[in-house]
């Protein structure tokens, strides 16, 4: 493992356990400004079980029953992808760990690992002598007076307190302005030298059809569905389903560059590409996306289509979240998993 550069890791040492390093700690916990407090479940045998408690700290709850459609969070790799790009796509950047003397070296290297990809500080809450630590915390700074964790908590962290993605213009109905690049392509569907395994011809992404053609509003979703979106854990699932919600269009064929830089307008596909629609992401919808876009690019060998893996072995988990939101809240199922 790389070796740590300073400050990115601080062990907070506190052998007598003491009630004030405990609740400062869990004060810490403020999402809104980038900092979040997990809370590791003691004596959980589990691979996934602290990256579980990460995406629990993140807001996501996962479906209750031996059955549930989150089954695929028993894989510690699939976990830690998903809990890597809640955090990029939120903008963590500082996690508080409570408790870390428990974890095993393990359990502390899948932490490190998880805060390489995300980038955010984190700080541990170590509860006895700092002996024998863990080869991952060899470099780590340690401090052990109150007041000096007041300081730690108070640090800024390395990245914004605000989400990875730029706030979406007001009341955006129209053209959305690309990045600077070749000359735009006709709306629809063109020619391209980076044909994919599907039909006919490859459509142009977001970017170049916004600059000709106006984007959509999004359909108006009911906050009980919004709220029920932002909680599901798998970023595919949460993205998929709400781009299904706010458009009403198809998951088949999106790619990542049908998603705009600042994730403010998506575009969906039709058989035959005729009436491939570009519509505006609401506010709720923008972090579920970009969480959707995050883990689609930490995935190894991902495939073009974003939302390909659901709508193949994964359609069972995609179609039991969506039957579980309020009813209305979208289509059936079956016509956006239909093959």
């Given at each position: 493992?790389?070796?740590?550069?300073?400050?990115?890791?601080?062990?907070?040492?506190?052998?007598?356990?003491?009630l004030f390093s405990t609740r400062a700690a869990l004060h810490a916990h403020r999402?809104?400004?980038?900092?979040?407090?997990?809370?590791?479940?003691?004596?959980?045998?589990?691979?996934?079980?602290?990256?579980?408690?990460?995406?629990?700290?993140?807001?996501?709850?996962?479906?209750?029953?031996?059955?549930?459609?989150?089954?695929?969070?028993?894989?510690?790799?699939?976990?830690?992808?998903?809990?890597?790009?809640?955090?990029?796509?939120?903008?963590?950047?500082?996690?508080?760990?409570t408790r870390a003397h428990l974890l095993t070296g393990r359990r502390v290297d899948?932490?490190?690992?998880?805060?390489?990809?995300?980038?955010?500080?984190?700080?541990?809450?170590?509860?006895?002598?700092?002996?024998?630590?863990?080869?991952?915390?060899?470099?780590?700074?340690?401090?052990?007076?109150?007041?000096?964790?007041?300081?730690?908590?108070?640090?800024?962290?390395?990245?914004?307190?605000?989400?990875?993605?730029?706030?979406?213009?007001?009341?955006?109905?129209?053209?959305?302005?690309?990045?600077?690049?070749?000359?735009?392509?006709?709306?629809?569907?063109?020619?391209?030298?980076?044909?994919?395994?599907?039909?006919?011809?490859?459509?142009?992404?977001?970017?170049?059809?916004?600059?000709?053609?106006?984007?959509?509003?999004?359909?108006?979703?009911a906050p009980v569905a919004t709220a029920a979106l932002a909680a599901v854990a798998?970023?595919?699932?949460?993205?998929?389903?709400?781009?299904?919600?706010?458009?009403?269009?198809?998951?088949?064929?999106?790619?990542?560059?049908?998603?705009?830089?600042?994730?403010?307008?998506?575009?969906?596909?039709?058989?035959?590409?005729?009436?491939?629609?570009?519509?505006?992401?609401?506010?709720?919808?923008?972090?579920?996306?970009?969480?959707?876009?995050?883990?689609?690019?930490?995935?190894?060998?991902?495939?073009?289509?974003?939302?390909?893996?659901?709508?193949?072995?994964?359609?069972?988990?995609?179609?039991?979240?969506?039957?579980?939101?309020?009813?209305?809240?979208?289509?059936?199922?079956?016509?956006?998993?239909?093959?």
């Amino acid at each position: 493992m790389a070796a740590l550069a300073p400050g990115e890791v601080t062990l907070v040492v506190d052998e007598r356990d003491d009630l004030f390093s405990t609740r400062a700690a869990l004060h810490a916990h403020r999402p809104q400004e980038g900092r979040i407090t997990v809370q590791p479940t003691p004596a959980n045998g589990s691979p996934a079980a602290l990256a579980h408690d990460v995406l629990y700290a993140l807001g996501k709850r996962f479906a209750p029953g031996p059955d549930n459609p989150d089954v695929w969070l028993d894989s510690a790799d699939l976990a830690w992808r998903a809990a890597a790009a809640w955090s990029k796509a939120t903008g963590v950047r500082h996690v508080v760990v409570t408790r870390a003397h428990l974890l095993t070296g393990r359990r502390v290297d899948q932490l490190l690992v998880w805060r390489r990809l995300t980038g955010a500080q984190m700080t541990l809450l170590w509860h006895k002598a700092p002996h024998r630590l863990p080869a991952g915390l060899a470099q780590v700074r340690c401090v052990s007076d109150p007041g000096q964790f007041a300081s730690v908590l108070a640090e800024p962290g390395p990245v914004p307190a605000h989400p990875c993605f730029p706030s979406a213009p007001t009341g955006v109905t129209g053209p959305v302005t690309a990045a600077p690049g070749p000359t735009p392509v006709r709306p629809g569907c063109v020619q391209s030298a980076s044909r994919v395994a599907r039909p006919g011809r490859v459509c142009a992404g977001a970017a170049a059809t916004a600059q000709l053609a106006p984007a959509t509003p999004a359909n108006a979703v009911a906050p009980v569905a919004t709220a029920a979106l932002a909680a599901v854990a798998h970023p595919l699932i949460a993205g998929a389903l709400s781009v299904v919600a706010f458009t009403g269009g198809s998951l088949r064929w999106t790619r990542d560059l049908d998603i705009t830089g600042d994730i403010s307008v998506v575009k969906t596909h039709e058989p035959g590409h005729r009436s491939c629609r570009l519509s505006v992401v609401p506010a709720w919808a923008r972090p579920l996306l970009a969480a959707t876009r995050a883990f689609h690019r930490l995935t190894p060998q991902a495939p073009e289509n974003v939302f390909g893996p659901l709508l193949l072995a994964e359609a069972r988990h995609l179609r039991a979240h969506a039957e579980r939101l309020p009813q209305g809240a979208m289509p059936s199922p079956s016509s956006f998993l239909a093959p």
